[in-house]
């Protein structure tokens, strides 16, 4: 009988922080959170069998309730099942979130048909400035630009395509941004 007490007195009790939730009491969030986050947590690893997955479950699911405790309605039932269903259903969303992404699936390279970024800024009213001071950089400086900026290239692979010491890359891309920049300063 005491134990019966004891559940019906914690489901009171959990009902009574989701309506001062609902009022905005973050203090009611706190405790709701300290009393309740192991178990769900538990229940979401379970689910998941990934601590990552299951503690943005958990968080996710405390956001939602946060958000969304005035929708308890204690008459449907109890506030420990109204908060398993939020984290149940977290948890399905990310595990179905994460089925549909499939690792190491890249989309095949198309060549883009649009103009490329310096084509796109030479078009743009405000680019006179930056086309004319590309021009003064020498051709090597305006090649180790276009394919850092243009085409992304990291410094590790400028080096590798340019057959050049990560630190001259390093070097030369710095001397090119500098030399753009002190044409382009006023």
């Known amino acids: 009988m005491d134990a019966q007490r004891r559940e019906s007195g914690q489901e009171m009790a959990a009902a009574a922080l989701l309506r001062r939730c ?15 986050a192991p178990r769900l947590y538990g229940l979401a690893l379970r689910m998941t069998r990934q601590p990552a997955l299951a503690a943005d479950a958990l968080h996710d699911a405390f956001l939602q ?4 405790a005035a929708r308890f309605d204690p008459a449907r039932g109890p506030a420990e099942a109204w908060l398993t269903g939020l984290l ?22 198309a060549p ?13 009213g405000d680019s006179a400035a930056l ?40 070097s030369w891309t710095r001397r090119a941004l500098l030399a753009l920049r002190q044409c382009l300063e006023p």
């Open 65 to 68: 309730v946060w958000q969304q």
């Open 22 to 36: 609902a009022g905005g009491d973050a203090a009611a969030f706190r405790t709701l959170y300290e009393e309740q």
């Open 131 to 170: 086309s004319r001071c590309l021009a003064t950089l020498e051709e090597a400086q305006q090649r180790l630009l276009r394919l850092a900026y243009v085409d992304g290239l990291s410094q590790s692979q400028l080096a590798a395509k340019l057959a050049a010491p990560l630190g001259t890359v390093k």
């Open 88 to 109: 149940r259903y977290r948890a399905i969303d990310l595990l179905r979130r994460r089925e549909r992404e499939q690792p190491g699936y890249e989309p095949p390279d």
């Open 112 to 124: 883009d048909d649009g103009p490329d970024p310096f084509e796109q800024l030479r078009a743009a």
